[in-house]
């Protein structure tokens, strides 16, 4: 069973509070139980029960393979280039927003929902694709469930070390300036026995003609 409702009382929330990263090349910010326990457990439930998750592939050295997540995404219908037949906005996903913006003081258009259903379930080395969002979008991540490590290590400079950052239930992370074109970001996989994981990372969708 996916669905373990009774288990969110273990969820960890984080207590480093606010916390800005002394790092080249990025704004990173982290803060810690940006959502209260209740909410979070609330978000993490509605979200897990009700979003419409699918599975879907990608290519990996010329091989097409699944990918070990499930996703949804949302976006606003006046996007250019918005499939008119998508998913509407939730109440859930309009508060999240809501929330993230009045903390940001931005705007954001779409919203990709990641969910890790175990430890075999992560993401591989990447920088985010340009396409939709330019070379150096603003990404607003927010995650529910359990904790996972998020990990960043620099492009071009290798003495700078890799960063870890556990995501918490509840936690937001804000990633801003160069940190797409100059970082990578992995959230690895683990032979533990853990219980799923929600991720949200709201941006904005700018398509660039032709895409």
Avoid at 74 to 92: C, I, M, Q, V
Avoid at 134 to 158: D, M, Q, W, Y
Wanted: aromatic share 10%; net charge neutral.
């Amino acid at each position: 069973m996916m669905t373990l409702f009774d288990d969110t009382e273990i969820f960890a929330t984080g207590n480093a509070g606010k916390v800005r990263f002394d790092l080249p090349d990025t704004d990173l910010m982290l803060i810690d139980s940006f959502f209260t326990k209740e909410e979070s457990d609330y978000y993490y439930n509605t979200l897990l029960r009700d979003t419409t998750w699918r599975e879907y592939e990608m290519e990996i050295f010329d091989k097409t393979v699944k990918a070990p997540r499930m996703i949804a995404w949302y976006e606003n219908k006046n996007n250019s280039g918005a499939n008119l037949n998508g998913p509407d906005w939730t109440p859930e996903l309009l508060a999240i927003r809501k929330r993230v913006e009045k903390e940001t003081g931005l705007s954001f258009n779409a919203v990709l929902l990641n969910l890790y259903r175990d430890g075999k379930d992560g993401v591989a080395w990447h920088s985010d694709h340009i396409d939709q969002s330019g070379p150096n979008p603003v990404i607003a991540s927010v995650s529910f469930g359990e904790t996972r490590l998020f990990r960043l290590r620099h492009r071009f400079l290798k003495a700078v070390k890799q960063v870890e950052i556990p995501l918490h239930h509840g936690s937001f992370l804000l990633m801003a300036g160069t940190t797409n074109s100059c970082w990578q970001h992995q959230v690895p996989k683990t032979a533990k026995n853990i219980l799923p994981r929600i991720n949200l990372t709201f941006r904005n969708v700018n398509r660039i003609e032709g895409h």
